[in-house]
């Protein structure tokens, strides 16, 4: 069992910036991947940006160039650098990790952008 415990939501002005956390409680380094979701009202839940077990990420074409995922697997944490944040990135941030015995889920972090 992995628990995942998010931080760094809030609210923020269009044109700002965010770190989101992920602190998982068990080594990192295990993971076949860890990630960032969100979901708006009323969509469906997408993909922000993942990183693989071997340094290799991806990341949605909303986010590129804005976003950046990074992990400290001494620290066992994932963080989501948000900059030139826009109306449209408001959602509820969800942590994500893959390992051999299934996938889970962080409770989530609200971020809200608006003036």
């Known amino acids: 069992q992995v628990q995942l415990v998010e931080s760094g939501g809030g609210l923020v002005q269009p044109g700002g910036s965010l770190r989101l956390s992920c602190a998982a409680s068990?080594?990192?380094?295990?993971?076949?991947?860890m990630g960032w979701y969100r979901q708006a009202p009323g969509k469906e839940r997408e993909l922000v940006a993942r990183?693989?077990?071997?340094?290799?990420?991806n990341y949605a074409d909303s986010v590129k160039g804005r976003f950046t995922i990074s992990r400290d697997n001494a620290r066992n944490t994932v963080y989501l650098q948000m900059n030139t944040l826009k109306p449209e990135d408001t959602a509820v941030y969800y942590c994500?990790?893959?390992?051999?015995?299934?996938?889970?889920w962080g409770q989530g972090t609200q971020v809200t952008v608006s003036s």
């Open positions: 990183v693989m077990r071997g340094g290799f990420t």
């Open positions: 068990g080594s990192i380094l295990s993971f076949s991947a």
């Open positions: 994500n990790v893959q390992t051999l015995s299934g996938g889970y």
